[in-house]
């Protein structure tokens, strides 16, 4: 199980691609927000298969301009389930 307790916001199609979107408030889009798509982008694996899908993160600033940005290094699933693995030996 991936055992991930978040809420995916947004998901929308660009071109060729699914994109997953964790939306965020405030003036820095957190490095956490790469490894919470990367569980997102594992579970909708599981359900859709080999299908062609990235991750973003859309930062909502308090000035009211936004900035998405993609997350596309694949050692962030990896770091994922380090940090699953790691709870779930924690838990025991």
Known sequence: RLCDAGTLDRVYRDKDFLVLVDIQTGDTLHRYK??????????????????????????????????????DDPKDEIIWLSALNLYNWMSK
């Open 34 to 71: 790469r490894i919470q798509t990367a569980a997102y982008l594992m579970a909708a694996k599981l359900v859709m298969g080999p299908a062609p899908i990235r991750r973003a993160g859309l930062l909502l600033r308090s000035d009211g301009s936004a900035h998405l940005e993609y997350f």
